[in-house]
């Protein structure tokens, strides 16, 4: 019951959201309805997914005697996507110190730190087995 409510109440909400963007412009309704479209639409996906996925449980793994797995010999492919994600990572802040300045430059390297350090670890894991 409380799902089939989240999924009306989230339906309705987008269907408003849709509605106030028919209105949006460059005048205080305007402003207004945008606020009104942003907020309804985020309320509302978010009572769609819960209504949708609510409740949803894992199926059951059959019990069974689990062996550890033999450790993986780090590869020339782990290398090679660390050392392309490192490449990009430096095309992409790069391309925004030159194009937006050091400030965004900074703020871009802050947002692509976690791909920088998995493929530090990748091209590191590859250079430590060797």
Do not use: K, N
Request: include cysteine.
């Amino acid at each position: 019951m409380r799902r089939a409510l989240s999924l009306v109440a989230g339906a309705g909400l987008v269907a408003i959201a849709f509605g106030a963007a028919s209105r949006v412009a460059d005048t205080r309704e305007g402003l207004i309805a945008e606020v009104v479209t942003l907020l309804a639409g985020l309320v509302g996906v978010s009572l769609v997914l819960y209504g949708l996925l609510a409740g949803a449980r894992p199926a059951p793994r059959p019990s069974t005697a689990h062996l550890p797995a033999p450790a993986r010999a780090p590869s020339a492919r782990d290398f090679t996507i660390g050392a392309g994600g490192l490449g990009l990572a430096v095309l992409l802040i790069g391309g925004l110190v030159v194009t937006a300045g050091w400030q965004w430059g900074a703020l871009g390297s802050v947002m692509l730190l976690p791909m920088i350090a998995g493929s530090a670890f990748l091209c590191g894991r590859f250079l430590r087995a060797r």
